[in-house]
T-cell receptor
Framework: AQKVTQAQTEISVVEKEDVTLDCVYE???????LFWYKQPPSGELVFLIR????DEQNEISGRYSWNFQKSTSSFNFTITASQVVDSAVYFC????????????WGLGTSLAVNP | DAGVIQSPRHEVTEMGQEVTLRCKPI?????LFWYRQTMMRGLELLIY????????DSGMPEDRFSAKMPNASFSTLKIQPSEPRDSAVYFC?????????????FGQGTRLTVV
């Protein structure tokens, strides 16, 4: 069955610290997509990244980077030099079996970046 | 682009009343999703449409919930009659899918409170 586990419920860091948010998934598909979304205190869900399982290269976008490890079924997200504006709930998601458009969501990790 | 537009942003209603939530997807997007978010259950997909046709409504909790998409630029989610347990944030999202699974862009949500 498809499953996404975000074991870290809450993380609190001080500004400028690096922080890694873990995402472990289970899928029966041989090819699949993975997603990360951000939900700031204002409530909207903001798309961050979509990754195809074909591509295991790490992705970097400014202070954000993603480490995809197919061997361990993990798709971890690192924020370098965190800022207060990074405070949000972060969700990892995976399509339902057969790359159905229905996403299976993790429960999210609440990140608090303190000044 | 204006993004996904949802209305109202907040709705407070009495138990037993009909509630209608509205969504305007991003122009050119061919898939539309309705989600519900609660603390207890996280993000749940209620229903999604592809080219205005409902594809998967298995997440709709019960017959009190119905959704329509009369055209490519408008969708409604109706709850009749509403109950206190329907209190949640309801999100609409849209995406442009041409094979595979594309990222979805979310509206700001409607916070529904049923008293």
């Amino acid at each position: 069955a498809q499953k996404v586990t975000q074991a870290q419920t809450e993380i609190s860091v001080v500004e400028k610290e690096d922080v890694t948010l873990d995402c472990v998934y289970e899928t029966r598909d041989t090819t699949y997509y993975l997603f990360w979304y951000k939900q700031p205190p204002s409530g909207e869900l903001v798309f961050l990244i979509r990754r195809n399982s074909f591509d295991e290269q790490n992705e970097i976008s400014g202070r954000y980077s993603w480490n995809f490890q197919k061997s361990t079924s993990s798709f971890n997200f690192t924020i370098t030099a965190s800022q207060v504006v990074d405070s949000a709930v972060y969700f990892c998601a995976l399509p339902n079996a057969g790359n159905n458009r229905k996403l299976i969501w993790g429960l999210g990790t609440s990140l608090a970046v303190n000044p | 682009d204006a993004g996904v537009i949802q209305s109202p942003r907040h709705e407070v209603t009495e138990m037993g009343q009909e509630v209608t939530l509205r969504c305007k997807p991003i122009s050119g997007h061919n898939s539309l999703f309705w989600y519900r978010q609660t603390m207890m259950r996280g993000l749940e997909l209620l229903i999604y449409f592809n080219n205005n046709v409902p594809i998967d409504d298995s997440g709709m909790p019960e017959d009190r919930f119905s959704a329509k998409m009369p055209n490519a630029s408008f969708s409604t989610l109706k709850i009749q009659p509403s109950e206190p347990r329907d209190s949640a944030v309801y999100f609409c999202a849209s995406s442009r899918i041409s094979g595979g699974v594309a990222e979805a862009f979310f509206g700001q949500g409607t916070r529904l409170t049923v008293v």
